[in-house]
């Protein structure tokens, strides 16, 4: 965790960071959890046939790629961590934006995700614009890609994140 | 096919303009804490409603971003069945979902086409609504199978390009 300034921006464009490993491996229960929060009746998470038929076994939602890597509330001995998208976070801070924006992202899907794997997951910026002014004041958009793999060193998923990091305009 | 029966689109079933079925879903506290806890998103404005009043000044607490993208997953799979393989998703978030709001998904296909290894993919633009006020859209593609012998799902390395 550390903040990135106007001068990191061009060395840091395009490099892995914050590598880290889930807490807990990709399991069935949360599945199941989630599926039912949607009510979400595709047999491919509750039917284990059409499972092995359609995807040679069972698969999670493949939109819950970002759950496996939310850590508990609460863990012993856990002092700090690092926050999900610490790299918009440390660029807040670096060009010193108080507020951001998420304006959209995308999440883009691979290998599927299947109850056992251990998941990977790395952040790396991508782009930081000039100075710009909106309706919502004065700041750079930057787009941060977090990339996900399992434990063969399949990629799964990415997630590309586009954040407007800003003053406010009465502040400005 | 040997597999149970089931919703099974094909890519040759879908045109431009084809609509997807409406989803209609009335949510309550239940609805937008389950969810959070779904996606493990203890944030509070998830769950805790004087939070959200006090601290985020919104109405009530709000369907996390997560759990959402899960409602537009199931929309999808509802309409193309276990064969659809979702490709990409893009979000964009507009405004707040409530406790006693009916949300309402519909969508659209913009565009389909077959890829140069031959996946057959169908583009579609979606909307979650209340009152008919959109509170997050989604440009979704999701592969299909061509005929009743492919299997999107089979795809891996440079077959499969989302």
């Given at each position: ?172 | ?104 998904f519909r969508g659209v296909v913009t565009d389909t086409g077959v890829d140069e290894t031959g996946c057959g993919w169908v583009a579609i633009d979606i909307a979650v609504s209340v009152d008919d006020d959109p509170k997050t859209t989604c440009k979704a593609r999701v592969a299909l199978p061509v005929d009743a012998d492919d299997n999107p799902w089979d795809r891996k390395g440079d077959r499969w390009q989302p």
């Amino acid at each position: 965790m550390s903040a990135i300034s106007v001068d990191d921006i061009d060395r840091l464009i395009g490099v892995e960071q914050y590598e880290e490993e889930g807490e807990f491996p990709v399991e069935q229960g949360y599945i199941w959890t989630t599926c039912s929060s949607v009510e979400n009746g595709n047999p491919l998470f509750w039917d284990e046939q059409v499972a092995e038929v359609v995807t040679g076994g069972p698969i999670a939602p493949p939109t819950m790629v970002s759950v496996w890597f939310r850590p508990h509330h609460w863990a012993p001995g856990r002092t700090t961590r690092g926050l999900p998208l610490q790299v918009h976070f440390d660029l807040k801070e670096g060009l010193g934006l108080p507020e951001a924006v998420m304006s959209d992202n995308t999440i883009v899907f691979y290998e599927p995700v299947r109850p056992g794997d251990r998941l990977r997951t790395r952040q790396i910026l991508r782009s930081v614009s000039d100075e710009k002014t909106t309706k919502l004041g004065t700041g750079r958009f930057w787009v941060i890609d977090v990339e996900y793999h399992n434990q063969r060193g399949d990629l799964v998923a990415v997630e590309s994140y586009t954040g407007f990091g800003y003053r406010r305009a009465e502040a400005a | 096919m040997s597999t149970p029966a089931t919703t099974h689109l094909l890519h040759g079933d879908v045109a431009v303009g084809d609509q997807l079925p409406d989803l209609a879903y009335p949510v309550t506290s239940t609805t937008v804490v389950l969810g959070a806890l779904a996606a493990r998103d203890w944030r509070p404005m998830h769950h805790d409603k004087d939070f959200a009043v006090n601290r985020n000044g919104t109405r009530d607490i709000f369907l996390n971003t997560p759990n959402q993208a899960a409602w537009f997953e199931r929309f999808v799979t509802d309409w193309t069945g276990p064969y659809g393989r979702l490709q990409r998703m893009t979000f964009r978030m507009l405004g707040s979902i409530f406790p006693g709001d009916t949300m309402v998904f519909r969508g659209v296909v913009t565009d389909t086409g077959v890829d140069e290894t031959g996946c057959g993919w169908v583009a579609i633009d979606i909307a979650v609504s209340v009152d008919d006020d959109p509170k997050t859209t989604c440009k979704a593609r999701v592969a299909l199978p061509v005929d009743a012998d492919d299997n999107p799902w089979d795809r891996k390395g440079d077959r499969w390009q989302p």
